[in-house]
């Protein structure tokens, strides 16, 4: 059958977008993906209609309080999704049941089990799923291009530094005596206004839950590998509402994989400020035959000017990534193929970092399940 209009056009309704807007802007900003609708749960609060309805003038659409409404009556064939963490899969298994195709905002879920019944949803509605993800910056193409091409061998092991370089508010330690800890949810309420929340949600998310999809979506992409176990360290080291909340926002996990590969990353939201990429992202791939290393921000400009106060200095160009993502989700539509991250893999990483966060706790490694 034919999902899109006679122009090749997949209409989509954005599905809450109370976490992160960039991720229904990036999709509209494609030409074969045209937004009809934003729309959400009436029974949320004030704050997220707020969120949703400025959405909604910014791309010329309408604003709706009934989510299943929006579905049946503005023809839409792919929701977006972005809503609160926990919504997430509760979102996706929805449009999924009325036969929409899914792009949907990371993390998967905070639950394991609400990733099995988004699988379980897309598989029954033989839908096309996929995790926003950062697989087609400029830097990551060329890597997998390279290891493809037998550049470095058989891959043996594979290294990834994820270091987001964004403030979560406070630094640790500036919360006085006799203060109470930071409410996880208020805060992040309050800082979605200046974008500077993280894990929008009313479950606390350290940065393995948050930011850990992008590095092991690289891992999953480049080496191809199941990881089957994980021993992980993570500790509460810059922010004061990480540490109020008991969730990491520095962490490091080893991984276990299939065919005996090794892998490792370390992980941390590090301040804003905090080095001049915007983040310090690289990646070290070692094989039977070589070995290379990546900067992901590559290509960059250098920005130097007097006064200069406030980073970061050095800007990314060539950032077609998110154009080339819809592009390949276009594709799967189109032709019934994968996506670049579908449902099991979002389920596999999901299952990866609750598994490393359970490590951290009990000081040991832990099977993935």
């Given at each position: 059958m034919s999902w899109s209009d006679s122009r090749g056009v997949f209409k989509f309704a954005a599905l809450s977008a109370v976490k992160h807007a960039y991720v229904p802007l990036g999709v509209a900003a494609h030409p074969r993906?045209?937004?009809?609708v934003v729309a959400d749960d009436a029974e949320q609060e004030a704050w997220a209609h707020e969120r949703n309805a400025r959405l909604a003038d910014e791309l010329g659409v309408p604003y709706v309080r009934d989510v299943e409404k929006a579905i049946a009556e503005y023809g839409a064939q792919v929701a977006v999704i972005s809503s609160q963490a926990e919504r997430h899969c509760d979102l996706a298994v929805r449009a999924a049941d009325a036969g929409l195709h899914v792009v949907q905002d990371k993390p998967m879920s905070t639950s394991v089990a609400e990733c099995d019944r988004a699988v379980e949803a897309v598989e029954r509605g033989g839908v096309r799923f996929m995790m926003w993800n950062r697989n087609f910056m400029p830097s990551l193409v060329q890597?997998?291009?390279?290891?493809?091409?037998?550049?470095?061998?058989?891959?043996?092991?594979?290294?990834?530094?994820?270091?987001?370089?964004?403030?979560?508010?406070?630094?640790?330690?500036?919360?006085?005596?006799?203060?109470?800890?930071?409410?996880?949810?208020e805060y992040q309420k309050s800082a979605h206004a200046t974008g500077r929340d993280g894990g929008v949600g009313a479950h606390p998310m350290g940065e393995l839950k948050i930011e850990g999809i992008y590095p092991l979506a690289y891992i999953?992409?480049?080496?191809?590998?199941?990881?089957?176990?994980?021993?992980?360290?993570?500790?509460?080291?810059?922010?004061?509402?990480?540490v109020d909340n008991d969730v990491e926002d520095l962490a490091s996990v080893t991984l276990e994989m299939e065919r005996g590969l090794v892998g490792s990353l370390t992980i941390g939201r590090i301040g804003s400020g905090g080095h001049p990429d915007g983040s310090m992202i690289k990646i070290a791939a070692l094989g039977s035959k070589g070995a290379l290393v990546v900067n992901e921000s590559r290509p960059e400009v250098a920005v130097y000017h007097r006064g200069q106060t406030k980073g970061p200095y050095h800007q990314r160009v060539g950032n077609e990534g998110d154009f080339l993502l819809m592009e390949s989700f276009a594709k799967a539509i189109d032709t019934g193929g994968p996506t670049a991250l579908d449902a099991r893999a979002g389920r596999a990483i999901a299952a990866t970092v609750e598994a490393a966060l359970e490590s951290a706790r009990a000081g040991k490694p832990i099977a993935v399940r």
């Open positions: 993906f045209e937004p009809v890597t997998r291009q390279a290891i493809a091409g037998g550049a470095i061998g058989q891959p043996r092991a594979i290294h990834v530094d994820f270091y987001f370089a964004s403030d979560a508010g406070p630094p640790k330690g500036s919360r006085k005596p006799g203060d109470p800890p930071m409410d996880w949810y999953q992409m480049l080496v191809g590998a199941k990881v089957e176990r994980v021993f992980a360290r993570a500790t509460s080291h810059f922010h004061q509402v990480n």
